[in-house]
Nanobody
Framework: QVQLVESGGGLVQPGGSLRLSCAASGITFSFYAMAWYRQAPGKQRDLVARIFSSGTTNYAGSVKGRFTISRDNAKNTVYLQMNSLKPDDTAVYYC?????????WGQGTQVTVSS
């Protein structure tokens, strides 16, 4: 079955950096677009960034220029490099893959940006 396991979250000061990782199993990883979403308390889950099998990327406007999504098909892993973090980036970050009509999620990793 499809499994997505995120890691790399934590507490960081404003202006700091974190790198999130998502290890995928149960899929032919290189075939699929991978995405990162986030959900802050009391808010809906929103798309942060997506990387297609071609390597093409897209980003939410609020993170463009600060976050970078990448993938390593040999390791079945997608990354989210987050720089210049702001308190508004505080959320649980989720890895996602959509396969035909099904959407799969990891368990999430907490990112807290606070001084």
């Amino acid at each position: 079955q499809v499994q997505l396991v995120e890691s790399g979250g934590g507490l960081v000061q404003p202006g700091g950096s974190l790198r999130l990782s998502c290890a995928a199993s149960g899929i032919t990883f290189s075939f699929y677009a991978m995405a990162w979403y986030r959900q802050a308390p009391g808010k809906q889950r929103d798309l942060v960034a997506r990387i297609f099998s071609s390597g093409t990327t897209n980003y939410a406007g609020s993170v463009k220029g600060r976050f970078t999504i990448s993938r390593d098909n040999a390791k079945n892993t997608v990354y989210l490099q987050m720089n210049s973090l702001k308190p508004d980036d505080t959320a649980v970050y989720y890895c996602n893959v959509a396969i035909t009509s099904s959407s799969y999620w990891g368990q999430g990793t907490q990112v807290t940006v606070s001084s």
